[in-house]
């Protein structure tokens, strides 16, 4: 396959662009046409990029911090500069509305830019080792070390900034990568790629593999040349890679069922325009997307209102329009899965306020009343665009209920009374808690990551880079000690 478009749509593998056995097809999320088809990896090419990525890391550990900056400046300068073309490929393969394919660049932008910052901020300190009397004599200190080869495993729902989240602060950490991204979404990966390339990286400090994850994802995460698994999906896939991974190092960002609770002091014209976005951005296909929302009773039928005048005024339609709000769900199965749990809802008892309607892949945002804690559009993760409207007696009800979850990423409330924002803070064990405004916040500096089933670890550049070093103690026996 010659190399003919922009990114390639092959293998990158020790600094070349190179076929694979195999054939990833992309197609168009809203028309359904193939959109591009890609090489594939098989065993080999899979083992070739691990081999490629270990012979590169002595030329990534060492590499001065301030040329490993230069390089991620150069790439978010490179990602800003193609945000349209970016954005056109986000928008075709995920079916993500174009006016949040372009918000997912600009983000991309700034997390490349923010490893940039960060890699200049790795340190270490020196230790009082004669705070103890075995320490007598001895001068000690720690300091940061990278870890190696890591293999980052990405999901299709931000195939650009969650891929960006792994690369950006394992380079600035010193190691080398290899990227397995979604198979429907596999080009945006390849865009990352392609600019680091034209960035300066060094040959076998990045290599892509595109593939099955069910077939690639279990070598890489079995590969004992690899020291470090950095994964974005489903519990399921992430409970798997656990199990396989043994000793290596891994953060897992998994999923949520995310709730909102709303006070009845809060401003509730505000916040069911919050919450409107904040449960149907990218279709619901956000692991922070709101699905749960419950209203102190007293507050309840004002909410309802504006949020469903609120949700009628969404655009469901062709994600390259930029008046679009709602695209497709990524594949029709899930469109149908999202629809089932809806009808499974109603018929045990739940009431359909709005929307719903399935065509093909697209799904009318709906909006549900009356659900009970054990139906699956409570239990468990839609990640579509549906959400429930949950009316209790006090805020403190509906905390409890909030937090009544195997998940543990992020959760919200709306409230004016600060008193109820402590209130919130102690009581929801989740990784961030958003107040007046939805769960769906990421700004990208940020300590990300879920508690219970939602994850293990946290990204957000600095905790990122944390993750992905490790920590040399060394001491030395002197006279000088003191
Ligand atoms: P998924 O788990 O199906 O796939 C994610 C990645 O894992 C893909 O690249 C896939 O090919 C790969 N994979 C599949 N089987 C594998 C295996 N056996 N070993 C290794 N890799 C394997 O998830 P998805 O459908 O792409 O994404 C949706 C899920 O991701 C949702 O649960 C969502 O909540 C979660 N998510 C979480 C975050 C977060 O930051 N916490 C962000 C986005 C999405």
Redesign the pocket.
């Known amino acids: 396959m010659a190399q003919t478009s922009f990114p390639p749509t092959q293998l990158y593998i020790d600094g070349k662009w190179v076929d694979g056995p195999n054939k990833v097809v992309v197609y168009d999320k809203f028309t359904g046409e193939v959109a591009w088809e890609l090489s594939g990896a098989g065993v080999d090419e899979v083992n070739k990029a691990v081999a490629a990525a270990k012979k590169a890391f002595p030329i990534m550990a060492k590499m001065p911090i301030y040329k490993r900056a230069e390089i991620l400046n150069k790439t978010s300068q490179l990602l800003a500069e193609n945000r349209a073309a970016i954005a056109n490929c986000i928008a075709r393969e995920v079916g993500k509305a174009i006016k949040y394919a372009g918000f997912e660049v600009d983000r991309a932008v700034d997390t490349f830019r923010l490893a940039a910052e960060e890699a200049a901020q790795i340190h270490g300190e020196t230790i009082p080792m004669d705070a103890v009397k075995s320490g007598e004599g001895l001068f000690g200190f720690w300091h940061r070390k990278p870890l190696g080869v890591v293999g980052a ?6 195939p650009l900034n ?1 891929a960006a989240h792994k690369i950006a602060p394992a380079l600035a950490a010193g190691n080398t990568i290899v990227l ?5 979404t596999s080009l945006t990966g390849a865009w990352i790629v392609a600019l680091l390339e034209k960035a300066g990286l060094p040959p076998g400090c990045m290599n892509l593999v595109h593939g ?3 077939v ?3 070598i ?2 079995k590969h004992p040349d690899i020291s470090k698994i950095t ?8 409970l ?2 656990l199990a ?1 991974a043994g000793l290596k190092k891994v953060t897992l ?4 069922s995310s709730p909102v609770v709303i006070a009845a002091d809060s401003d509730m014209r505000y916040a069911a325009a919050k919450a409107a976005i904040g449960a149907n951005y990218c279709s619901g ?4 997307s709101t699905q749960r929302i419950y209203i102190e009773a007293a507050g309840y039928d004002t909410f309802k209102k504006y949020f469903l005048e609120e949700v009628g005024k969404l655009k469901v339609g062709n994600p390259l329009d930029p008046d679009t709000d709602v695209g497709p769900l ?1 594949l029709e199965k899930d469109a149908v899965r999202v629809e089932s749990w809806i009808k499974e809802a109603v018929a045990e008892g739940a009431t359909l306020l709005t929307g719903g309607q399935r065509t093909k892949n697209l799904l009318q945002p709906a909006v549900l009343e009356n659900t009970k804690p054990t139906m699956k559009v409570i239990s468990q ?1 839609v ?1 579509g665009p549906a959400v429930s409207l949950i009316k209790v007696d006090s805020f403190e009800e509906g905390l409890r209920l909030a937090d009544d979850t195997q998940y543990g ?1 992020q959760a919200a409330v709306f409230t004016r009374d600060i008193e109820r924002v402590f209130q919130s803070i102690h009581a929801l064990n989740f990784g961030g808690v958003v107040i007046n405004d939805c769960p769906h916040l990421r700004p990208d500096q940020i300590p ?3 508690n219970r089933q ?2 293990l670890g946290r ?1 957000g550049l600095r905790f990122a880079i944390e993750e992905m070093t490790s920590i040399q103690t060394v001491m030395f026996r002197t006279g000088h000690a003191r």
């Open positions: 495993i990405t999901p299709f729902n931000f969650l397995k991204p979604a198979e429907a099955k994850g069910s690639l994802g279990d890489i995460t994964f974005t999906g489903s519990l399921e896939v992430g798997h890679i396989n960002e998994l999923g949520n296909q956000v692991c922070i990524i993760e990640f990423l990300y990551g879920g939602s994850g990204e």
